[in-house]
């Protein structure tokens, strides 16, 4: 039996809005992963901080993670879309390495980029909804400004309709970074959690390989 024109179009109408919808949502997380690429070229080492952050059980410079693998994701608690998305990543990262990995030193860090509503109870309320090991962090807004320009973090905000109704247009992405405190790799927001644990599982091989290496000689 033949189509008609008008059947034709009627079939092929859905699949070319699902192909444009998936587009849609592939360029926008591409997006959002080329703006969290904007970090300077200087090299990123956390043994550079001096910046002081509060969190719990308190105080915190995070050259004090040398040593350990660490995962930093910035954003902020009142953020729409990009970070419960990335918060959700971070959770599933946590319940894969407790599955698979469960004594890797990993520090996985939400660090506020709205120090202005981000008091330290509302960052820990925030993060404890995803999982109970992401450790978030904030901070006097100097010690932020520099944190932030340091590790090349956009952040702009969108003005609303009062102070403190306001919207901040800002990078995404996680940061990881090596024993030695080196950044490995800023990962892509739109990246799956078995991502960034291939990563974080191949910073530990090489680790492994290292001590090896240094063995044989």
């Known amino acids: 039996m033949q189509l008609t024109q008008a ?11 699902a192909a444009l919808l998936l587009a849609s949502f592939f360029l926008f997380g591409l997006y959002v992963g080329l703006k969290g690429q904007q970090h300077s070229h200087t090299p990123i080492n956390l043994g550079m ?3 002081i952050l509060q969190g719990a059980p308190g105080s915190l410079r995070l050259r004090e993670l040398k040593g350990s693998l660490v995962v930093i994701y910035f954003g902020y608690t009142y953020c729409p879309d990009a ?16 599955a698979t990995a469960p004594r890797l030193p990993v520090h996985i860090l939400f660090i ?20 109970n090991k992401i450790k978030a962090l904030t901070g006097a807004k100097d010690d932020m400004d520099s944190l932030l320009q340091r590790f090349g973090v956009y952040a702009k905000p ?14 995404t992405g996680f940061y990881v970074f090596d024993y030695s405190g080196e950044l ?34």
């Open 83 to 98: 970070c419960p998305v990335g918060l959700a990543t971070l959770r599933d990262t946590l319940q894969l390495l407790e």
């Open 49 to 51: 901080s001096t910046e």
């Open 7 to 17: 059947g034709r179009v009627h079939r092929i109408f859905p699949a070319l809005l």
């Open 158 to 171: 969108v003005p609303g309709s009062g102070a403190n109704d306001y919207l901040l247009d800002h990078s």
């Open 112 to 131: 506020s980029i709205d120090p202005q509503r981000d008091d330290l109870a509302r960052i820990l309320a925030y993060t404890e909804f995803f999982h």
């Open 184 to 217: 490995h790799r800023l990962v892509p927001h739109n990246a799956t959690a078995e991502m960034l644990i291939e990563t974080i599982k191949a910073l530990e091989q090489r680790k492994i390989d290292h001590k090896k290496d240094v063995v044989k000689m």
